[in-house]
């Protein structure tokens, strides 16, 4: 039996790197904008991550997870009002695309913030 040797661990910065690098090329990729948006929140830093959330949804409407994370993330920062504008955005972009999944989870999000 062969072991494999450990994966490395790619820390935050080199995912920040990296992405952005990308994003240099493409600015519009949706999948490394959420990316790097993800990389900016593991690494703590929420307002960048919020404004890459927003230049992606800016690029990519109906990127409906793009919503669903930024909306999540300014309800964990009690920016309660800019979530709800998140999510209603987010629900139509939902409803354009078909995303039931993601709907469901953000109307039940929406229904605790509106409590």
């Known amino acids: 039996m062969q072991v494999s040797a ?11 790197a990296l992405l952005t690098q990308v994003l240099e090329q493409n600015p519009t990729d949706a999948f490394a904008r959420y990316g790097l948006a993800m990389a900016h929140l593991s ?6 991550a919020l404004t890459e959330f927003t230049s992606l949804i800016a690029h990519n409407p109906d990127y409906v997870p793009g919503y669903q994370m930024s909306a999540q993330t300014l309800a964990k920062q009690g920016r309660t009002e800019e979530a709800l504008e998140r999510l209603n955005s987010g629900i139509a972009a939902a409803n354009r695309t078909g995303n039931q999944h993601a709907l469901a989870e953000m109307e039940a999000l929406q229904e605790d913030l509106s409590r």
């Not at 450990?6 to 920040?16: F, Q, S, Y």
């Not at 690494?43 to 960048?48: F, Q, R, S, Y």
């Open 43 to 48: 690494d703590g830093n929420v307002d960048a």
């Open 6 to 16: 450990p994966r490395r661990t790619i820390k935050a910065m080199d995912r920040i």
